[in-house]
Nanobody, 131 residues
Framework: QVQLVESGGGSVQSGGSLRLACAVTGFPYSDYCMGWFRQAPGKEREGVAFINRASTTNYADSVKGRFTISQDKTKTTVTPTLQMNSLKPEDTAMYYC???????????????????????WGQGTQVTVSS
């Protein structure tokens, strides 16, 4: 059974930093695209940052230069981690970790990334940035 368990998140002032982690276990596929989506109140869910097995990364334009996605891998667990710096109030949202067994998804424009391609999702973690 695939499980995604998120940690991190919280509240911070504008300009601050937060780190999100997502422990992915039971993922049986050799290739993958994993990363983060976010959804602010009243807005559609959008892609933020993604990483594939080869550690190739892809970012939404709105977070380039401020957010960094990386990953740790063990025999049983892949942990994509999102380091968020220079946070802005507009980064306030519920952040969701997601995993896809379709490697090519990671090559898409993040603004147009296919959400249905991500079959596995975390429960979400709130990030609140105050001005």
């Amino acid at each position: 059974q695939v499980q995604l368990v998120e940690s991190g998140g919280g509240s911070v002032q504008s300009g601050g930093s937060l780190r999100l982690a997502c422990a992915v276990t039971g993922f049986p596929y050799s290739d993958y695209c994993m990363g983060w989506f976010r959804q602010a109140p009243g807005k559609e869910r959008e892609g933020v940052a993604f990483i594939n097995r080869a550690s190739t990364t892809n970012y939404a334009d709105s977070v380039k230069g401020r957010f960094t996605i990386s990953q740790d891998k063990t025999k049983t667990t892949v942990t994509p981690t999102l380091q968020m710096n220079s946070l802005k109030p507009e980064d306030t949202a519920m952040y969701y970790c997601a995993a896809s067994d379709i490697k090519a998804v990671c090559s898409s424009s993040v603004q147009k990334i296919s959400q249905p391609a991500f079959r596995f999702w975390g429960q979400g973690t709130q990030v609140t940035v105050s001005s």
